[in-house]
Every structure is written in structure tokens, then in C-alpha cells.
């Protein structure tokens, strides 16, 4: 069974920096174009960041130069560094993993997503 597990969301006010982590069981992350997505309230799911199985990264134009998208293959783990976060930033953060077999099609999972409050 596989699962994406949140964490590291909260509360924080503008300009400050939080972390967010996306532990994996169940697949190898290595394997996988992790990313993470945010959909704040009355807006649709959008993508943040992603990472390709061969490293290559990704991102949104709202967040480049302030995220940093990483992963610990060893941990089974990817991290989501959020620095000089703005109000415009609070969303739900979701977790997601992507893979196209040629055996097994297209592997598709989801976090259950971790709420994130930029505000003073």
C-alpha cells in the first residue's frame, strides 16, 4: 500500500520560512517525479515544485528563487524548503508521486494534504 505523509505545516508570518516533508512508503521516490501542489481556498490545485527521477527540477514562477524542492532517497522522504513565504502562499500543500511504467502504465499517488497560514 502506498502512502505520502504531510508534515511540517502551521501557522507563520510573512517572511518566515517553513519546511515541509512528504515521507513515502511503499514506493521508492527514487523512481518517481515528486512534487509538491497548493490549492487555496476557491482556487484550483496548482503545481508548486516537482523533481524528476533523474534530478531535474521544477517550478512555479510565484515561488522561484524562495522554495527549494529536495529529496533523501535514503529516508524515502521529499522536502519542500519555503523561505520569504507571503500571505499569497497559504494554501493546502499536497504531496504527489508520478510515474510512467511500461508495464504498469501510469502511477499516480497523493498526500492528504497539510494546511499552510501565512499571516500576522
Known amino acids: 500500500q502506498v502512502q505520502l505523509v504531510e508534515s511540517g505545516g502551521g501557522l507563520v508570518q510573512p517572511g518566515g520560512s517553513l519546511r515541509l516533508s512528504c515521507a513515502a512508503s511503499g514506493i521508492t521516490v527514487s523512481m518517481f517525479t515528486m512534487g509538491w501542489f497548493r490549492q487555496a481556498p476557491g482556487k484550483q490545485r496548482e503545481l508548486v515544485a516537482d523533481?524528476?527521477?533523474?534530478?531535474?527540477?521544477n517550478y512555479a514562477d510565484s515561488v522561484k528563487g524562495r522554495f527549494t524542492i529536495s529529496r533523501d532517497n535514503t529516508k524515502h522522504t521529499v522536502y519542500l524548503q519555503m523561505n520569504s513565504l507571503k500571505p499569497e502562499d497559504t494554501a493546502v500543500y499536497y504531496c504527489?508521486?508520478?510515474?510512467?511504467?511500461?508495464?504498469?502504465?501510469?502511477?499516480?499517488?497523493w498526500g492528504q494534504g497539510i494546511q499552510v497560514t501565512v499571516s500576522s
Open positions: 523533481m524528476s527521477s533523474g534530478s531535474v527540477t
Open positions: 504527489n508521486a508520478i510515474r510512467v511504467s511500461p508495464v504498469l502504465g501510469t502511477l499516480y499517488y
